[in-house]
């Protein structure tokens, strides 16, 4: 009973959100990527979201291109974010269609702009990356 109290005391009203990614990925073997997503968030409590993305990814090998879904859950203080995201990452024209993705990022929003970084694993890969969002 205390529990659901206080959980009422930090909902929030259901709040939507819709962004443009573009992120820039060194992938473990010397394989860079650049992707381009468009993602939508929903606010469950007052500091915590969850959502989701998807695109198109563009390897600087030339063979493949790649469709990332991941989920995204989101922690917000203040200015700052730190989030969790998984997902299959399906490459195109490659010996195995879907890799897992999983990934930490943090980073800060001001306004309708986001920037962070990406630390997580893609396959057996591992993926350091940057990211620049836009909320439309």
């Not at 990934?103 to 990211?131: N, P």
């Amino acid at each position: 009973m205390v529990a659901a109290v206080v959980l009422c005391g930090f909902a929030r009203p259901a709040n939507a959100s819709v962004n443009l990614g573009l992120g820039a990925d060194w992938i473990e073997g010397g394989v860079g990527e650049l992707n381009l997503t468009l993602g939508a968030d929903a606010y469950l409590a007052r500091s915590f979201s969850i959502g989701g993305r998807g695109g198109v990814a563009f390897f600087d090998d030339s063979h493949h291109l790649g469709i990332p879904i991941d989920f995204r859950f989101r922690l917000h203080v203040q200015r700052i974010y730190f989030e969790g995201l998984v997902g299959p990452w399906m490459l195109i024209d490659s010996g195995d269609l879907f890799r897992f993705h999983g990934a930490f990022g943090f980073g800060i929003e001001s306004g309708r702009v986001a920037f962070g970084l990406e630390v997580g694993r893609l396959g057996r890969a591992t993926l350091l990356g940057l990211r620049l969002a836009f909320r439309l």
